[in-house]
Every structure is written in C-alpha cells, then in structure tokens.
C-alpha cells in the first residue's frame, strides 16, 4: 500500500513555504506577462483576493450565507473615495474605507448574528440591497448613478504607477492572509468552529456564542473595507450599481469554488472571479478548459460503473453541469451573454462535486502524496488545582417555576447544594429535571423564583451569565464541537491555560491518548467523558451532569463513578441528573426526588427509596419500577 | 376629501393589491419550509420564468386561461426540478448549502432568459376590460384586481387540499416529523417534491398575474424573491394567512415611500422594517416561538 513520501517537514511550515513562494512569483510576475491589462487582471485578483478572505470569515468559519460582502465592499470603496475627495493622504483614506464598511457591517451583525440560516441570509441581503439604494440616492455626496471620479494621491512621497500599487495589493494581500491565518487557529478561531457545532454549549461553557460570531463577522467587514479602499484607488471611478447582487453572487461562489474555511481557497476563488470574464472572451482556450473540466467529471462516474453501481446524484450532476457548460461554449453564439449561466454551471458543479471547493480536494490529494511529520503532542499538566475557599452557597434556588404553555414542567422548586456535596436528581421521564437545570444554566427564563450560583445571582435566560457565575454543564443529547479534536474541545473551554493544562483535563478524564482525535470519530461513551471534561476546564464553582452514564457501558460507567468521586474530592458541588439508581445510591449524598415539575422528596438515598411518595411516583408513571433502566430516548423535561 | 389623501389612499390601495402577489410568493416560500426547511432563494426567477412562458404560449395563440394554466404547470415541473438538483442532497448532508445551490440555479435560469427572451421588458396581453373600476375616487385596474383573487383563490385552494386530500395530509405528517411519517409509510421525498411543485406552480401563477401590471423582464427576479422572503419571514415561515396582512402592509409602504421619498426609495422602509423585525422577532409576527431542547 502506498502510504505517501515523508518529507520530513511538519505540514504548517509546508504551507508557509509554498504560500511565500506563491507571493514571490505573484511579485515577479509583471515582468514576464507585460501589458496594462494583465497588472489589471493581477491586481484586481489581488483586491478580490482580501475581499474574498473576508468573506470567507463569515461563510467558511461561522457557516452562514452572508450576502451583505460586495455591499460592504461598496461602502469600503465609496468611504475612500469620499476621503479622497475631502484630501486625505493615503493611509487616511485606507482607514476611511475601513471604518465605511465596518461601523456599518457591525450595526448590521448585531441584529442579525442572532439569527441563523435563511434568516440570516435574508437579513443580510437587505442590508445590501439597502447600502446600494443608499448609494444610488444621496446624490449630493455620491452623484448617485453618474458615479464619482477621484484621483489617486501618491503614498507618503511616492506616485505609485500600476505596478507599485500591484505591489502594495499585494503586500496587503499577504497581511490579510497571514493576520486571518493567525486569528482563525488561535483559541478565537476554535471558538467559531466550537459554536458553529453547537452555539447552546459554547454559551454554557462560558465561551460566548454572539460576540465572537459578531467578531469574526466584523473582521470580515474590516477586509472588506480594505478591499474597497484598494479598489477605489484602483479604479478611480465608482458606481453603485457595481456593488450590487450579481457581484455578490460572484464572490460567493468564488468563495465556494475555491474552497471554504481556507485563505487557499479564498485566494483560488479570487483567481476564478478575476479572470473567468477574461477567459470567456477567449473561445478556444475556454473550450479547452472547458472540456478537461469534463473529464476532470467523468472520473467519478467511471468509478461507480466499474464498481457496478448507477452513479448517485453527487457524482452525476456535475458532468451533466459540465457538459451543459461544454455544449454553450461550443455552440452559443455568444459566449460572454452567458457568463452567468456558465459561471452558474460551473459552480453547481463545484459545490456538489466538491464541497470542500478546490482548496480541499488539492489538500486531500496532497495529504495522499505526502506524509507530514505530526506536531508532538504537549506536555500534560494541570488538573484539579486545589479549591479556592468560598463562602456562599454553590446553588440556592428559591420557589422556581417554568411552564410551556398549559404545562407546568418546574412547579415552585426550592433547593439547595452545600459545598463539598453531591446532590442526585431524580424523578421519571418528563417529571422536570432537565427543566431544573436548563434553568439554572441559563438556558431557559424562569418564570417566577430566584437561582443564586455560588453567591451571584446570574441574569435570568442567560447561558453566559450563568456561566461566569461558576455554573457549568454537560448535556443529556451529547452536544460535541464535532470539527475540533479533544485536545481543542478542551483548550475553547478554559479560561486560562493553554496546551499543557488542557492534557492535565484529559488526563482527569484518561482521554490524553485521543487528544488529537476529531470529536466526529470518537465514541459515545468517550463523548460523554470529554462533556465533562469541557466542563471541567471552566473551573466550576457548580458542576451539573445530566445523565453522564445514559448509554453507557458497564466499565464506563464504573470509571465514571470514580471520576465523579474524584471531583467531589477537588471540592467541586455536582448536581447529578441520573436514572441508574445504583451510581444514584453510590455517589449521592442527598437526593432529590422531581415528578410532574414538584420536588417530591429530599434525603438521603435510602430515606428517599422508602418515601411513599416516590414509590407512588415511581409506580404511576413506569411499571418497571423497581430498577429504573437508563433510557437513552430523548425526552422533554 | 383633500386631493392629496386621496393620491395617498391611490397609491396604498395599488401597493397593497401588488403585495397580494408577494404574499402569494412568500405563501409558496412557507409551503416548501414546512415539508422540508428550506426555501428557494431562486423563487423570482420561477415567477420570471413562469411570465414569460405565459406570455410566450399566449403569443402563439392560445387563449389566456390556457396560457395561465401552462404557465403553471411549467412552473410545477421548475419547482420540482429545483428540489431535485438543488435542495435534496444539502438537506440530507444537513448542510446550508441548499442556499447557495438554489441561489445557483436561479442565476442560470436568470442568464437563461436574458438569452432565449433577451433583456428588455415586455407587456403581458390580458382580456380584460382596460377602463378601470371606481371605488369612491380611488381607480382600480383589472389586472390588479385579478392578482388579489388569483392569489386568495391560490392560496384556499391549496389550504383546503392541504386539509382534505390524503396527498395534502401525508405533506403535513412530513412537515411535523419527517420520519415519523416515514415509518406510517409516507414517502416524505415524494411529499417534499410535492411541495416544491405546488410552490413553483404558484410562483409561475404570480408571474402572469404580475406580469400585466408591471411588464416582464429579467430585472423582476431579484427584487421579487427579496419581497416575498420579507413577506414570508415578517409573517413568520410557519404561520398561514398572516402572509396576506404583511404582503398587504409591504406593497402599501413600498407604494407609499416611493410616492413620499421618491421613487428611488421605494424599497428603503421596507428593508429596514424587515432587518428591525428579524431582530425583534425572528419567529415572524405571527409565528410560534421556538423552544431550544437540549
């Protein structure tokens, strides 16, 4: 088997090497492909190029359809413009531009970050179709369709020609990429890629859900901004209409066909963007492009018919894409009246045959070639830290109640937890007490009552609140970072600390082995571990499990009793959702026993398995009463 | 009354007729988000589409309910074809990219009409009477009146399907839980194909009531689906007749802006009241609040 050569070289120094050879070749490509129209092809690659990167924070790294980008772009452009016009220098009229798109693009991301899919889309394609009738309409300052016309002023003494300022593009090409490279591998870009999995635990984690995605998006504004300045002090003539939806159309897909979640594929989409118009004017080279792009199709369908199969959809859309865009460049009369639909053809081609874009199918072929040598894994320390001394009570819950419409699913709940203790919450299916903890964690409102966490008393519906008041949370439906490894999990989720402390949390947990697996490929049982460990990592002043042990194996579930015993000896209070009975028996000091939104009962766990009540509650709602089996269906507490 | 209020009320009552015809394709917008979550951001380009067969199959001679008809039986076979290529394999990948995929194919159907149409607006032939109907000073035009009953008659007609035919039931068992209703032997694919059909059918049929109104031409699309999605989502994606009250409240204001602040922003009020409510209430006016479960 063909395991691929081993260079010996880690894949991020690879990477920095080909990416600074690319911008040396970039840089000395003037002189070999001559003429004004090829430094205007290449710089305006190179503009796309950081609009592009920017787009990519908010469609690649948060996972939603921003159509607001080529809006943004626009203000970028006109902010300069205007700059330019009022006689700033230079740098002024860069940061002009800057500040157009991005108090703009923020006043936008606040509202609309709150919203998630076609919502989200749709909010920002009436921002944009906004900025442009904006645009349009302040005629005074804008002239409105006439457009504006400015002059480039020269960069501190310096006038640049069209190859200088190719250069300068360039330079801030390569600040855009190596900055967005560097912003989207720290813990920040984790964080996005932790809560474009699921937004609910990085809020319980304490990570915080909406900042960092208006964050990432206002980043992505910023570059846009950039883009504009460039491309107004490009240009030197703007005009509304040019920033409008078929522009934007064009950069989404560039974006897409070059691959999301890359500056590779951002920079590649650039490329596609930038010259695609131009190779349309050219019929025989197109065609020839064209027709390897088929082939280039083929190949999946072969490989299923070899193996006897039909070809499934994913494999035969995009050669018929294909050859639809092969026969209207052979055969249509004019090619260039075509552009959106080839560009279309093109790109429904790329996004079901390649998902990944262009950017990932080369970074899996290579992968194939080449073996890289992996980073070592850090060293482990940290874990339990001795309990810093509180005073105040872990949880003091007054008279707390949540109805959903006519059901009462937490009725006038009073509870306590004491330091050093472990309360066990128990109760059937739907009695409340995934309710209870939904809202101490914040997830929910209460109604009417009062939750304090170790002294404070969090904002009401608040995740985040809660969660900087010490609570934290493990969920019954497993909620996993799925695209990031343990190791990562565990670094999103501390507040201090870096590598070495997140191997001491997984330690705590004996996962330190899987430290580098994606959290996709792990096992249940190993899920359920990592939850804890998450949790752990926020150094809690309040722990809550909810059903740690459901679907768990019988080891499992032992090596959970002691690591639950482990962290009651660190000092940590848990409340402890859970239906075995025996782990209940063994681990709790007192018990708390929930039917129909009531506390029922509270004692110790033999006091409670004798209370009638219980029994009662027990009998009427479960025949198998007398060893409450896990159940591992979802339920509404 | 003063001459002015009653320009007022003209032009509120002619954008509120128009924003019938949102209404009806935001209502085509609810029907597929209810089988299967997801929304066609390529719908003005079905009501583009729809206009100009409709206009093409009148101008070869057949009669204006045939044309009609036709139109929406080609806008049923768009729809079903858009749910096909582009939205089916997103949503079994759970994945945003049905978005992008429809956004796709709507830009080639749009670069497909600016070829076989070309690019300049045409006139859609009607039989109606051309005089326009008097209401107390305020004119109403046939056309207009015909894209109020059109997309009411739609709209019931789908309803009372929806409730009284099994077809009808199984898309409903399919919007409240896909697999359950796998399980009593539903197809939930065909349920879904279903509903893509009906909504492009209802897109095609906006298209030729539109059509008379305004003219057709390849620049109706995007400014429609923008509409229409507002309309959809200010009324909430799950909730029924409230789609006629917002269609109704943005063709007024749009009608009323442009009168007030000049034609160029027309669109403005709009939009913006469209970002303020998603913020305020993304469930819709008239929508359910969504209960997280974890």
């Known amino acids: 088997m063909f395991t691929g050569v081993d260079l010996g070289l880690k894949e991020n120094t690879a990477e920095r090497i080909v990416r600074i050879v690319l911008f040396i070749g970039l840089g000395a490509l003037p002189a070999f492909w001559q003429g004004q129209y090829a430094l205007g092809l290449l710089t305006l690659m190179a503009v796309y190029g950081v609009l592009l990167i920017g787009l990519d924070a908010t469609v690649g790294y948060l996972g939603q ?6 809006a943004l772009f626009g203000l970028g452009a006109y902010g300069t413009a205007l700059a330019v016009q009022a006689g700033a220098s230079f740098p002024l009229a860069l940061i002009a531009g800057v500040i157009a798109a991005l108090l703009p693009g923020a006043a936008l991301a606040l509202p609309a970050l709150r919203l998630e899919g076609p919502q989200f889309a749709l ?21 409105g369709a006439l457009g504006l016309s400015i002059v480039r002023p020269s960069l501190f003494t310096v006038a640049l020609d069209a190859r200088g300022f190719y250069w300068l593009c360039l330079v801030v090409l390569f600040m855009s990429w190596w900055v967005s490279q560097l912003l989207l591998k720290s813990r920040f870009g984790l964080s996005i890629e932790a809560l474009r999995d699921s937004p609910t635990a990085t809020d319980a984690l304490g990570i915080g859900t909406l900042r960092h995605k208006v964050l990432a998006f206002a980043w992505g504004s910023a570059l846009a901004g950039l883009a504009g300045a460039l491309h107004a002090l490009n240009f030197g003539y703007l005009q509304p209409a040019a920033f409008g939806y078929d522009l934007m159309v064009m950069l989404l897909l560039g974006v897409v066909f070059g691959g999301r979640r890359s500056q590779w594929g951002a920079f590649a989409g650039a490329a596609v963007v930038a010259m695609l118009p131009n190779l349309l004017s050219n019929r025989t080279l197109f065609s020839t492009l064209v027709s390897f792009g088929c082939i280039l199709t083929l190949f999946p369908i072969f490989r299923s018919l070899i193996s006897r199969k039909v070809p499934a959809f994913k494999e035969a859309a995009p050669a018929v894409a294909m050859a639809a865009a092969l026969i209207l ?20 081609a790329a996004v079901v045959g390649l998902p990944d874009g262009l950017a990932g199918a080369v970074v899996s072929a290579l992968h194939k070639l080449i073996r890289f040598t992996p980073d070592p894994l850090p060293p482990v320390s940290g874990g339990f830290r001795p309990a810093g001394i509180s005073v105040s009570e872990p949880l003091h819950v007054l008279k707390l109640s949540k109805s959903f419409g006519g059901v009462r699913a937490v009725d006038n709940v009073t509870l306590d937890i004491g330091q050093d203790e472990i309360l066990g919450l128990i109760g059937p299916n739907g009695s409340g007490k995934t309710t209870f903890i939904n809202l101490v964690s914040g997830l929910y409102a209460p109604d009417s009552g009062t939750i304090e966490i170790a002294g404070t008393r969090p904002l009401p519906g608040s995740l985040m609140s ?72 926020t150094r809690p002043r309040l722990l809550m499990l909810d059903e740690p042990a459901a679907g768990m194996s019988k080891p499992d579930i032992a090596r959970l009793v002691d690591l639950v015993v482990s962290i009651k000896r660190a000092g940590v209070p848990i409340l402890l959702i859970e239906h075995h009975q025996d782990v209940v028996a063994e681990l709790c000091d007192r018990v708390a026993v929930m039917d129909g939104g009531r506390l029922i009962a509270l004692g110790t766990s033999d006091q409670v398995r004798h209370n009638p009540k219980v029994i009662e509650a027990y009998l009427g709602a479960d025949d198998d009463h007398t060893s409450v089996q896990s159940k591992s269906e979802p339920q509404l507490c | 009354m003063d001459a002015k209020y009653i320009a007022l009320a003209q032009m509120a009552v002619g954008g509120g007729l128009m924003g019938m015809a949102y209404a009806l394709v935001a209502y085509g917008f609810q029907l597929t988000y209810a089988a299967g979550k997801a929304v066609n951001f390529g719908q003005g380009e079905l009501v583009m589409l729809g206009a100009f067969t409709g206009i093409s199959l009148a101008g070869s001679g057949l009669p204006y309910g045939v044309s009609v008809l036709g139109a929406m039986v080609a806008g049923a076979a768009l729809g079903w074809f858009v749910e096909r290529v582009a939205v089916r394999l997103a949503l079994k990948q759970h994945n945003e990219g049905w978005i992008l995929l429809t956004i796709i194919v709507g830009l080639f159907a749009l670069s497909f009409v600016e070829n076989i149409w070309g690019r300049d607006d045409r006139p859609f032939p009607v039989p109606w009477p051309a ?49 359950a209703a796998e399980l009593c032997g539903v197809r939930s694919s065909s349920a879904i194909s279903l509903s893509w059909a009906v909504s492009g059918a209802a897109a095609a049929f906006a298209g030729t009531v539109i059509g008379p109104v305004t003219t057709v031409g390849p620049t109706m699309a ?73």
């Open chain 1, 65 to 70: 359809v921003n159509l607001a980008q080529a």
């Open chain 1, 123 to 143: 909010s920002t394609l009436s921002f944009a179709t906004l900025s442009v009738i904006v645009l349009n309409e302040s005629e005074s300052i804008t002239h």
């Open chain 1, 329 to 348: 460049s052979l055969f249509a009369n004019n090619v260039e009246e075509w552009r959106k639909g080839i560009f279309a053809l093109f790109l429904f």
């Open chain 1, 466 to 537: 809660a969660s900087s008041a010490g609570a934290a949370r493990t969920f019954q439906n497993l909620q996993p970072f799925s695209g990031l490894t343990a190791l990562e999990s565990i670094l999103v989720c501390q507040h201090d600390g870096g590598k070495s402390e997140a191997m001491g949390w997984l330690r705590v947990v004996a996962l330190e082995e899987k430290a580098r697996q994606r959290c996709s490929e792990m096992s249940y049982g190993d899920l359920r571990f990592l939850e804890i460990a998450r949790a752990l990592a």
């Open chain 2, 131 to 179: 005089a326009p109907l008097d209401f107390y000073g305020i004119s109403v035009t046939w056309p207009e009146l015909a894209i109020a009953m059109g997309a009411l008659g739609i709209m019931i007609f789908v309803e009372l399907a929806k409730r009284y035919t099994m077809a009808g039931i199984a898309v409903q068992a399919v919007s409240a839980d896909p697999e």
């Open chain 2, 222 to 294: 995007a400014a429609l689906t923008l509409k229409a999605f507002s309309v959809a989502v200010v009324a909430g994606l799950d909730s029924g007749f409230g789609l006629v009250i917002a269609g109704i409240a943005l063709g007024a204001a749009e009608n009323l802006s442009g009168y007030v602040l000049g034609s160029g922003w027309r669109e403005a009020p709009g939009l913006l009241l469209l970002i303020l409510a998603l913020a305020l209430r993304p469930q819709g006016i008239f929508g359910k609040k969504i209960i997280r479960k974890v």
